[in-house]
């Protein structure tokens, strides 16, 4: 069927003519993304193995495989009674280090020591360094100096608290406490960031070296995906620009991102680099693992006439639209510049008919028609592009 042919009918006959029901949109210039897809995999913001500090029983597991815990919340407890035992040994010993420091801080009014050769110390101390530095003194040398200028500022009594700790034994002891803390501590596995629990390995009453990992934390109401993207898009992708991330579990529902990050090394061998996409997960209805098709923004064309690829038909080796004026379709050749995904722009037409901005463009249920014939038109759908 030609244009030709077809226009040779009189708009208005056939007036019985059954109506095709159809679907359009109403044309309006708008912001046409360009975009470049590519495939990959969701994955969580952030992932990681945990694993206990010390050896024991577990005594408490207090949560379950797809729990949301928070950061700080207990995961499992060990058995801690050896290590309390301990920090209370520590405890006592430091009470008594502390009982021996007093009675020796009674003597703290006694006069300092002899100062006069610390001045002298601590200028041939500078020269020391400031020779080694030059290259005219060995490392030996200046150990040699700098041990001769700490015993002098020890003789003169400039650190004679921290004396008095290490002889009678406070500073160890302080230390002792501060390590039998830890040991305590390191019996509470705690979540080190908010997430949802998976891959839990161990039970209440397993006994669990220091070290072995317990379970797996994902931090997934965020996700991210990598996608490998030809080197000719990757120069046109830049960080903050939008990413749409069709995932085929939803039926093709389409998941607004983000351009995260851009690999600033390509594979010569592939032709490829890595881009990275966020996008927001806070129903947690994504889940690590699921394919996904990311289209990735590389250029933002202005005012365009952009239409859906099914309102584009060939007829005759040529590319056209159906148009609809006063209740009938019109076939309309036009010229089909750039594509982008589900998207076409229509950057002219032949012939006489052309389409402008507010015309109504046949979306659906139009493959088989001719041209000029009535049609009733059941939905006007939004272009949807995002």
Known sequence: MGEDAEAEREIGDDLEEAKAAVEAIILQPVEFPLRAEAP???TPWRRANISVEASGIIVVRAIEEGH???QGDLLLQLDDREQRIRLREAEDALLQARVKYAEYSDSRDRPMGDTTGLAA???RLQKAETAYDQGTLTREGLQTVRREFETTNLLSGNQREAVQAVTTNLAQSEHLVERAQLDLSRTRLVAPFSGRVADLMVEVGQHVGAGSIALTLLEDDRMKVSVNVLEADLVRIV???SANVVVPNFGGE??????????PLIDPNKGFGRVTVALSNPERRLISGMHADIALETDRLQDRLVVPVSAILARQGRELVFKVVGGRSYWTYVNVGERSGNFAEITGAG???IVVPGDTILVANHDALPHDV???IIAIHELGLR
């Open 40 to 42: 990959g995999h969701l």
């Open 68 to 70: 949301q815990v928070n």
């Open 121 to 123: 110390a601590r200028t």
């Open 239 to 241: 960080v903050g620009v």
């Open 254 to 263: 389409v998941f607004l991102g983000r351009v995260h990050s851009v690999n």
């Open 351 to 353: 012939g006489t008919n």
């Open 374 to 376: 009535p049609v009733e």
